[in-house]
């Protein structure tokens, strides 16, 4: 049997081979979840630009329905002066 003295340099060698295979294979994981938290940012991008298109939209129309509700109020104003 060898001594212990001649198996550490042996063993550390094998631990750092194991942990070197180990993280690769962690970082190939990684890889791919880095790929999918990519596309779900995309998709949240283009979800709050939808969100923001809209939200002018509804402030254009808004404003919009406003403004004829004030040009008629000015016309009932104008006709029941007249009376």
């Known amino acids: 049997m060898p001594e212990p003295e001649d198996m550490v340099m042996p063993m550390l060698r094998e631990m750092r081979a194991e942990m070197r295979e180990s993280f690769a294979s962690a970082q ?3 890889d791919g979840v880095d ?3 990519d596309r779900i940012e995309e998709a949240q991008k283009n ?3 939808a969100l923001t298109a809209d939200t002018m939209m509804s402030r254009l ?3 919009d329905f406003e403004e004829r509700i004030k040009a008629l109020e000015a016309k009932v104003d104008d006709l029941m002066k007249a009376r």
């Open 47 to 49: 979800f709050r630009h």
């Open 28 to 30: 190939r994981r990684f």
């Open 35 to 37: 790929e999918r938290l």
């Open 61 to 63: 129309v808004t404003g």
